[in-house]
Structure formats: C-alpha cells, structure tokens
C-alpha cells in the first residue's frame, strides 16, 4: 500500500517562492508517474505538473510554465514542486497524485478525477497575497 504525504504549503506574498515535497511511502513503481492537481474555492481541479518516474521527463501545465518546476529523487522517493514568482492566483490546496494516468492529464490538459486515481495525499494549502 502506497501512502502520499505533501508538505511544504504555506503562505507567501506575490513573487515570492515555494517548494511542495510528495514524500512515498512503499513500492510506487508501478504507478509510473507522480504530479500535483490543485483546487482553489469554487474552481475545478487543475492538473499542475507531473514526471514519468523512470523516464524523468516531466510536463507543466500552461498556467505555470515558466514559473513551476517538478522533479524527483528516486532514492528518496519523493517527488518535488519548486514554486517561483508566485500570483495570488496560485492559491489553492494542492494534492500530489501517484498514478500511470495522470502525466496524460497534464499533457494534455484533460480534466483532473476527484476520487480516480491510485494514490493521493490529503493536500497542503498554499495561500499567495497580493
């Protein structure tokens, strides 16, 4: 059994920076890829970013490209979220997902499941003012 925990949310202001961590716990190579969605108060889901584990290769949603960055460490088996220049528009809870579907999500900018997906953690907050 695979359990996500996230840690690093928090609050910043404009411009400032953040680094999101996906620590797993157990055997996730069969899930293949790890990424975040996050969710902000009457929005829907979006896909943020994701990383095939083995390959590496990694996607970025449009919204953030440029500003967010999504890499690993294998041996640690955490999966990490770099969070620059930072826009109120940003703020939302953001959950990490561990599942072979989700790094076609983030490609290609599909919808993101609420419930659908192997593994996901219970999120952490991040809160951008202006």
């Known amino acids: 059994q695979v359990q996500l925990r996230e840690s690093g949310g928090g609050s910043v202001q404009a411009g400032g920076s953040l680094r999101l961590s996906c620590a797993a716990s157990g055997s996730i190579d069969s899930t293949n890829c790890m990424g975040w969605f996050r969710q902000a108060p009457g929005k829907e889901r979006e896909g943020v970013a994701a990383i095939y584990i083995r390959a590496g290769t990694t996607y970025v949603a449009d919204s953030v490209k440029g500003r967010f960055t999504i890499s690993q460490d294998n041996a640690k088996k955490t999966a990490y979220l770099q969070m620059n220049s930072l826009k109120p528009e940003d703020t939302a809870m953001y959950y990490c997902?561990?599942?072979?579907?989700?790094?076609?999500?983030?490609?290609?900018?599909?919808?993101?499941?609420?419930?659908?997906?192997?593994?996901r953690g219970q999120g952490t907050q991040v809160a951008v003012s202006s």
């Open positions: 997902v561990a599942d072979p579907a989700f790094c076609s999500v983030v490609l290609y900018n599909r919808a993101v499941s609420g419930g659908e997906y192997n593994y």
